[in-house]
Nanobody
Framework: QVQLVESGGGLVQPGGSLRLSCAAS????????IGWFRQAPGKEREGVSC????????YYADSVKGRFTIARDNAKNTVYLQMNSLKPDDTAVYYC????????????????WGQGTQVTVSS
């Protein structure tokens, strides 16, 4: 059974940093992609970043480019999202999700989802 568990969220001041973790289990194939998404109150869930283990490719939304970095530790079956220079607009519940092969920025392309972790950026 595929399981994704996010952790690392919390309250941080503007300009601060957080590192989110997505611990994955239950995969048979290594040919998969892990995406990070976020959903703010009253807004649709949006793609933030993604890492494909198939070809090593990554994806970043324009709003986070240069501030967020995605990385994968295959030995620990964990994908990290390092978030720097955080802004109040980054406040949201962050989810990780899994799909086969390659990255996609669209929520409809992912089958397996974690439960989410809250990130709040506020002074």
């Amino acid at each position: 059974q595929v399981q994704l568990v996010e952790s690392g969220g919390g309250l941080v001041q503007p300009g601060g940093s957080l590192r989110l973790s997505c611990a994955a289990s239950g995969f048979i194939s290594e040919n998969n992609a892990i995406g990070w998404f976020r959903q703010a109150p009253g807004k649709e869930r949006e793609g933030v970043s993604c890492f494909s283990n198939r070809d090593g490719s990554t994806y970043y939304a324009d709003s986070v480019k240069g501030r967020f970095t995605i990385a994968r530790d295959n030995a620990k079956n964990t994908v990290y999202l390092q978030m720097n220079s955080l802004k109040p607009d980054d406040t949201a519940v962050y989810y990780c999700a899994r799909r086969s092969m390659y990255c996609s920025r669209y929520t409809k392309d992912y089958i397996y989802w974690g439960q989410g972790t809250q990130v709040t950026v506020s002074s």
